[in-house]
Nanobody, 122 residues
């Protein structure tokens, strides 16, 4: 099982970025995929998750209404569309896979991709 995150970069406050997570070794009808972020010196925050049974999503309150997670089955890719970005969204973002649905708890995630850095300037 592998996950490859990309799409991070530098953006001004109010701007948008789309992160991609290309997965291999499993199908989306087996695993829930989540996005997490981490600021240096702080713990992991579960940003979003998308369930494999019905593609339902859940988001952290801090990003609700601004971030959207979607799946493109044909491309084996999960996206995190991030709009109205704020400086406090600056972090390393990770995608991960879990057998458990509807969870944003990092302990529930078994497989992790490498991080991609998002920097939002004020």
């Amino acid at each position: 099982v592998q996950l490859q995150a990309s799409g991070g970069g530098l953006v001004q406050a109010g701007g948008s970025l789309r992160l991609s997570c290309v997965v291999s070794g499993f199908s989306f009808d087996e695993y829930n995929v989540g996005w997490f972020r981490q600021v240096p010196g702080k713990g992991l925050e579960g940003v979003s998750c998308i369930a494999y049974t019905d593609n339902s999503t859940a988001y952290a309150d801090s990003v609700k209404g601004r971030f959207t997670s979607t799946i493109d089955n044909a491309k084996n890719t999960v996206y995190l569309q991030m709009n109205s970005l704020k400086p406090e969204d600056t972090a390393v973002y990770y995608c991960a896979a879990s057998k458990f649905q509807y969870t944003r708890m990092y302990r529930d995630y078994e497989f992790w991709g490498q991080g991609t850095l998002v920097t939002v300037s004020s």
